[in-house]
C-alpha cells in the first residue's frame, strides 16, 4: 500500500476527478440487496459486556504460537469448522478474497517443506538484512522448518487478486474487482487463528518468503496469491515457547474521552 497508484479503493486514480453533481454515476447500479431486521441479542453471552470481554480476553490471552508440533491427527471436521469461522470475516464489498487450503496429504506437505526451506536457506544466508537477523536471533528461528511435515494440517491461505470468474465461464475469464484485499485476508486469518485456539489447538503464522512455490505447488489457479501457511495440530510433548511479554493496555490504546 505504498504506490502513489496505490488508491484505497483499488482502483487506478482517475485523472480528472469525476464531477460530484453528475448524478447520472449512479444510473443503472444494481438494486440494494434485500435487508433483514438484526436482532438486538442476536448474540447474548449471559453476562454483562464487562465480564464477557475479560472472559474472551482470558482465553485469547493463553494462545501461543508454537513451533514444534505433535503428529497427533486433527479431524478434518475440526478444520472445516475453523475455517467456516475465518470465512465470518468483513471484507470488502463483502467480496470475501480468501482461500484456505487445507492440506494434510504427506506428498503435499513434504514438497512444501522441501520449497520453503530452499526459500529460508536464501533468507538466512543472504537476504536477510543483519537488523532481521538479530530481531529474529532471540526467537530462534532458523531454516528448518519440520513443522511442515509433523503437523496434521497445513491451511494455506490465499489472497484473491480478483474473485473467481462465474462457475462455467470459459477458460481465461477475468474475474471482478475486490477491495482491500490484504485487510480483509487479514482479519480472517485472526478469525482463524482465534477458532483454532479455541479448539485447544496450536498454530503458527508462517511466511515463507518468496511465497511463489505455494500457487504451483498446490496447483491453484494465477488470481490466487499466497498470503500465509498455518501450521495447525497439538503442540509436542514437552513444547517450549518463548517468555515473551505482551504490551501492556497502556501501551496500545490511547482513550480520547
Ligand atoms: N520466514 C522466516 C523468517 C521469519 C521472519 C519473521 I518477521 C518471523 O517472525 C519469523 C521468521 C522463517 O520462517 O524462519
Given at each position: 500500500m505504498n504506490g502513489v497508484n496505490d488508491s484505497p479503493i483499488g482502483g487506478p486514480t482517475p485523472t480528472e476527478p469525476p464531477d460530484p453533481r453528475d448524478r447520472s454515476r449512479f444510473d443503472g447500479l444494481p438494486p440494494l440487496l434485500p435487508h433483514v431486521p438484526l436482532e438486538p441479542m442476536r448474540f447474548n453471552p449471559g453476562v454483562p459486556p464487562e465480564a464477557a470481554a475479560r472472559a474472551f480476553f482470558g482465553v485469547m490471552d493463553r494462545r501461543r504460537t508454537v513451533r514444534t508440533f505433535?503428529?497427533?491427527?486433527?479431524?478434518?471436521?475440526?478444520?472445516?469448522?475453523?475455517?467456516?469461522?475465518?470465512?465470518?470475516?468483513?471484507?470488502?464489498?463483502?467480496?470475501?478474497?480468501?482461500?484456505?487450503?487445507?492440506?494434510?496429504?504427506?506428498?503435499?506437505?513434504?514438497?512444501?517443506?522441501?520449497?520453503?526451506?530452499?526459500?529460508?536457506?536464501?533468507?538466512?544466508?543472504?537476504?536477510?538484512?543483519?537488523?532481521?537477523?538479530?530481531?529474529?536471533?532471540?526467537?530462534?528461528?532458523?531454516?528448518?522448518?519440520?513443522?511442515?511435515?509433523?503437523?496434521?494440517?497445513?491451511?494455506?491461505?490465499?489472497?484473491?487478486?480478483?474473485?473467481?470468474?462465474?462457475?462455467?465461464?470459459?477458460?481465461?475469464?477475468?474475474?471482478?474487482?475486490?477491495?482491500y484485499r490484504e485487510e480483509s485476508v487479514?482479519?480472517?486469518?485472526?478469525?482463524?487463528?482465534?477458532?483454532?485456539?479455541?479448539?485447544?489447538?496450536?498454530?503458527?503464522?508462517?511466511?515463507?518468503?518468496?511465497?511463489?512455490?505455494?500457487?504451483?505447488?498446490?496447483?491453484?489457479?494465477?488470481?490466487?496469491?499466497?498470503f500465509v501457511v498455518i501450521p495447525v495440530g497439538y503442540p509436542s510433548e514437552g513444547c517450549q515457547v518463548p517468555d515473551l511479554k505482551r504490551k501492556s493496555l497502556g501501551e496500545i490504546a490511547v482513550f480520547r474521552e
Open positions: 505433535s503428529d497427533r491427527p486433527v479431524s478434518r471436521e475440526t478444520i472445516e469448522w475453523c475455517v467456516r469461522t475465518a470465512g465470518t470475516a468483513p471484507s470488502g464489498a463483502h467480496k470475501q478474497p480468501w482461500r484456505f487450503v487445507c492440506v494434510s496429504n504427506p506428498a503435499l506437505k513434504t514438497k512444501i517443506r522441501a520449497a520453503a526451506e530452499a526459500e529460508e536457506r536464501e533468507f538466512y544466508e543472504r537476504r536477510a538484512s543483519r537488523q532481521w537477523l538479530e530481531d529474529l536471533a532471540p526467537l530462534g528461528t532458523d531454516p528448518n522448518k519440520p513443522f511442515l511435515e509433523v503437523a496434521p494440517w497445513l491451511i494455506v491461505v490465499f489472497q484473491m487478486v480478483k474473485t473467481d470468474p462465474p462457475p462455467g465461464s470459459p477458460a481465461g475469464t477475468p474475474g471482478g474487482m475486490v477491495y487479514g482479519i480472517a486469518v485472526g478469525m482463524l487463528l482465534a477458532a483454532i485456539h479455541h479448539a485447544g489447538l496450536v498454530a503458527l503464522t508462517h511466511t515463507p518468503s518468496p511465497m511463489g512455490f505455494l500457487r504451483e505447488v498446490l496447483g491453484r489457479p494465477e488470481h490466487e496469491r499466497a
